[in-house]
């Protein structure tokens, strides 16, 4: 069973940063779309962002950009997600996913196109 491992939440106070991480041992991530989503209490999950393979183009949400920033090391076969200028509406569970299907984002992304997701890792957010 493909595990994916996110890491890099924790609480932080409004205004502050984190920088989470999605590795995928296993899977060649470089070669699909990933996405970070999130979920928040008692709401469904959406998307936050998506960095395709071929051409590294970003999708963000309208809510996180300007504050989030996706990125890839290929050599680590990782995803980061940079999370700054944090709000309390940030706090959710964040999921990294990849999308086996595409090389591509679309945008905004299919969430059910996604097709191997992570555990999560709680990101909160509060004073």
């Known amino acids: 069973q493909l595990q994916f491992v996110e890491s890099g939440g924790g609480l932080v106070q409004p205004g502050g940063s984190l920088r989470l991480s999605c590795a995928a041992p296993?899977?060649?991530?470089?070669?699909?779309?990933v996405g970070w989503f999130r979920q928040a209490p008692g709401k469904e999950r959406e998307v936050v962002s998506c960095?395709?393979?071929?051409?590294?183009?970003?999708y963000y949400a309208d809510s996180v950009k300007g504050r989030f920033t996706i990125s890839r090391d290929n050599a680590k076969n990782t995803v980061f997600l940079q999370i700054n200028s944090l709000k309390p509406e940030d706090t959710a569970v964040y999921y990294c996913?990849?999308?086996?299907?595409?090389?591509?984002?679309?945008?905004?992304?299919?969430?059910?196109?996604?097709?191997?997701w992570g555990q999560g890792t709680q990101v909160t957010v509060s004073s």
């Open positions: 960095i395709s393979s071929s051409d590294g183009s970003r």
């Open positions: 996913a990849a999308n086996t299907m595409r090389r591509l984002c679309a945008f905004p992304p299919i969430q059910h196109e996604y097709n191997y």
């Open positions: 296993g899977l060649f991530l470089n070669d699909y779309a």
